[in-house]
């Protein structure tokens, strides 16, 4: 075997385990999913899809909600917005982050992430690309 891919063995070894956002999703009804949370529930219908844009997710976060951790392959890019309420951000690269009305974060590909819900939160997610398979698959 080459030295190459001895290494490339050696380093996806030692990747965390975590969940694509894929892996989250609990039940599909039309254009509304509900995905599995580590504690309440998080619903999203999509407004807005295409092979470039994976967005126009519309989301609705109980209070005490949290979206356990995951994060979205390369090449793709995610921008959360805050409509309403408030969120904490968890993520292993940076500081937490609390986010309120009109405050946004982006999370980079490969990037691991959570979000908690402080209180009832409708926000707004946009991927760039689309996650492979969202939102019908």
């Known amino acids: 075997m080459s030295k190459e891919l001895e290494n490339l063995r050696t380093l996806t070894e030692n990747l965390p385990d975590v969940a694509s ?12 999913i509900s995905y ?15 092979n470039g844009l994976g967005a126009a997710r519309l989301s609705f976060m109980l209070k005490g909600s949290k979206i356990q951790k995951h994060a979205h392959l390369a090449p793709i890019v995610e921008w959360l917005i805050v409509i309403s309420g408030n969120v904490q951000c968890f993520n292993d690269n940076l500081s937490d982050k609390l986010l309120g009305p009109a405050d946004a974060i982006k999370f ?5 992430h ?24």
Do not use: F, M
Not at 22 to 30: D, S
């Open 21 to 32: 956002l894929l892996q989250l999703v609990k039940k599909r009804i039309g254009p509304s």
């Open 108 to 112: 980079e590909s490969g990037q691991i």
């Open 36 to 50: 599995s949370a580590e504690k309440g529930e998080s619903i999203e219908a999509w407004c807005l899809h295409n």
């Open 114 to 137: 959570s979000i908690e819900a402080l209180k009832d939160t409708w926000l707004y997610g946009i991927t760039i690309p689309a996650d492979k398979g969202y939102p019908n698959e």
